[in-house]
Structures are given as C-alpha cells and as structure tokens.
C-alpha cells in the first residue's frame, strides 16, 4: 500500500509564494501519473496539475487558473511530489490533496487516482 502525506501549506498573503510536499512511501512505482487536487471549502475537488511520464517524456497539465504560477515537479529518487506555487490569490484558499495512479495514465478526474494524501490547507489573505 501506498502512503502519501502533503506538508508545505499555510497562511499567506496574497502575491506570495508556497511550496508542497507530497511524500510518498510503501510500495511507490516509478513512472506513475500523479496530481495535484484541492478543495475550497463549500466547493467540489479540482483538479490543479498533473505530471506523467510516456515515451521517455514528461508531460505536465495545469488547470487554466493556475497555468503560469504554479509549477507540478517530481524527484522520483525522493519519491517525492512538488507543488510550487507563486503569486498566490485569495482564490487559491482551499486544502490541497496529492494523489497517485497505479498506471502512467492520469487525468483531470478523481476516478483516474488510486491513493490520496490527508491534504494541506493553503490559506491566502488579501
């Protein structure tokens, strides 16, 4: 079994800056899809960023409203997930979950992610 655990997140001002942590441990596979995920509160999960890898590439997706500020990356050796997160906007207040699919393929969908972190909350005061 897979277990990933989010850190990195907090109260910040509007225009700044946090970098999250997924960690994973237990039976980690290389070359799998992973993701990022958050949720305002009275809001549905939303798919943030994803990074897979096919072909010897990297491919990298980000939700329209964060393209250009936030940056999905990975240190496979680490097994470790990153979420940078720049220019930070009352918007993006929501808890954030780290999730990982058995398989190279991931999408924007929940359904497309098997194991799932406890979440980090990001706060973001104008």
């Known amino acids: 079994q897979i277990q990933l655990v989010e850190s990195g997140g907090g109260p910040v001002q509007a225009g700044g800056s946090l970098r999250l942590s997924c960690a994973a441990s237990?039976?980690?596979?290389?070359?799998?899809?992973m993701a990022w995920f958050r949720q305002a509160p009275g809001k549905g999960r939303e798919f943030v960023a994803g990074?897979?890898?096919?072909?010897?590439?990297?491919?990298?997706d980000y939700v329209d409203s964060v393209r250009g500020r936030f940056t999905i990356s990975r240190d496979s050796a680490q097994n470790t997930m990153y979420l940078q997160m720049t220019d930070l906007k009352p918007e993006d207040t929501a808890d954030y979950y780290c999730?990982?699919?058995?398989?190279?393929?991931?999408?924007?969908?929940?359904?497309?992610?098997?194991?799932w972190g406890q979440g980090t909350q990001v706060s973001v005061s104008s």
């Open positions: 237990g039976r980690t596979l290389s070359n799998v899809a």
């Open positions: 999730a990982q699919s058995r398989t190279a393929w991931g999408g924007r969908a929940s359904i497309d992610y098997d194991f």
């Open positions: 990074i897979r890898q096919s072909g010897g590439n990297t491919f990298y």
